[in-house]
Structure formats: C-alpha cells, structure tokens
C-alpha cells in the first residue's frame, strides 16, 4: 500500500524519537512533498533507527520472506503499512514475525485492507472482529481500532488499522491463529 497521510498521523501518535522501527515493505510515501518517495529517509530525519525489510530490497531495505520464520532485534515499533496483506505461503508466519521482532511494552501498528476492499489487491482480508480476537487471545492490548477510506476512496478503499501493545513474548500456535477468521482473497 504505502505511507499515506492517515498512516503517517498514527504513526506520529504513538513513536517516540529515538524509537527503534522494524517497518514490513519498504514504503512509498503518498502524502505531502515527498509523495513518490521512499520512507525510511523520512524516519530517519525524524530520529528513528529505521529499518525496512522487504522481498524487492531496494532503498535500503533488507530482503526477507515474511512467510518464513525469522529472528530480528527487537524493535520499539513494528510498522505494517499494507504488507501482510501480500503475503502468500504463510500469513501466521508472517505475525510471528511481528510479535518476535516486538519488544515486551511495543506496539505492533497494522493497516491493511478491509475485507470486502480492494479487490485483487493482496491474498489477506482483515476485519475489526480478527484485531479484537487476535489481541484477546494473544494477551495484547489494543491502544486504538478502526477504519477509514485510504486516499479519499470511500467506494471500495478502506482499510482496518489497529495499534497493539506486546505484552508477553509466547506466541500463540499456528491453530489459535487460524480460527481468529481472517479472509484468505
């Protein structure tokens, strides 16, 4: 998807400078003087450690399958702009992925398409309801939940976004996570 100017505001609602930012695709901005290019020297201007990982690896990015289980650092923020969403093989993976690379007291900030949006977009659909059983069942709190046109398209453009909060480093199993009803396209 990108950085849109909606993105970008939750972002700053939440990060602190200095916070350390584990961001999945490298992204585009589309919002402001910068719309077109990429995000991380943006964040990096801004004070963050910024680091993209991305299967294209370009501007900086650190080539990674999210579908393959990885060990990162641990980030203050993990940033998840329309990404997941792409995710073929293994979108529990990719989640794992999330929450590893999540300090205890992180935040995990994820906007992707809403089901029923952006048709042919990605392979995952998410709802408001998965955010909810998802953060009861792994044991996160949800600091902020809802939708919203993304660019204006109020047709058949929106998406969910959803602020969690790490608060234990056990993840739940691969059949938890699949009967949390997220929408495979």
Same mark, same amino acid.
């Given at each position: 998807?990108?950085?849109?100017?909606?993105?970008?505001?939750?972002?700053?609602?939440?990060?602190?400078?200095?916070?350390? +930012?584990?961001?999945?695709?490298? #992204?585009?901005?589309?919002?402001?003087? !910068?719309?077109?290019?990429?995000?991380?020297?943006?964040?990096?201007?801004?004070?963050?450690?910024?680091?993209?990982?991305?299967?294209?690896?370009?501007?900086?990015?650190?080539?990674?399958?999210?579908?393959?289980?990885?060990?990162? !650092?641990?980030?203050?923020?993990?940033? !998840?702009?329309?990404?997941?969403?792409?995710?073929? !093989?293994?979108?529990?993976?990719?989640?794992?992925?999330?929450? #590893?690379?999540?300090?205890?007291?992180?935040?995990?900030?994820?906007?992707?398409?809403?089901?029923?949006?952006?048709?042919?977009?990605?392979?995952?659909?998410?709802?408001?309801?998965?955010?909810?059983?998802?953060?009861?069942?792994?044991?996160?709190? +949800?600091?902020? +939940?809802?939708?919203?046109?993304?660019?204006?398209?109020?047709?058949?453009?929106?998406?969910?976004?959803?602020?969690?909060?790490?608060?234990? #480093?056990?993840? +739940?199993?691969?059949? #938890?996570?699949?009967?949390?009803?997220?929408?495979?396209?």
């Amino acid at each position: 998807m990108g950085l849109t100017g909606f993105s970008f505001e939750l972002f700053q609602k939440y990060a602190k400078k200095g916070d350390s +930012i584990l961001e999945l695709g490298e #992204q585009t901005i589309y919002f402001g003087g !910068d719309y077109g290019k990429s995000a991380k020297p943006m964040f990096e201007k801004m004070g963050h450690k910024h680091t993209s990982i991305d299967a294209n690896g370009q501007n900086g990015s650190i080539v990674y399958d999210l579908s393959v289980k990885h060990y990162f !650092d641990e980030f203050a923020i993990i940033t !998840d702009f329309g990404t997941s969403e792409h995710v073929r !093989d293994s979108l529990y993976n990719c989640w794992w992925n999330k929450h #590893q690379a999540c300090k205890i007291g992180g935040l995990i900030i994820s906007e992707n398409p809403k089901t029923g949006n952006w048709a042919g977009h990605g392979h995952w659909y998410y709802t408001q309801d998965f955010y909810i059983n998802f953060a009861k069942e792994q044991g996160y709190g +949800i600091m902020e +939940i809802g939708e919203h046109p993304a660019m204006h398209n109020t047709t058949d453009g929106w998406n969910v976004y959803c602020v969690l909060k790490k608060t234990k #480093q056990d993840f +739940i199993t691969e059949d #938890q996570f699949n009967k949390l009803g997220i929408k495979n396209a």
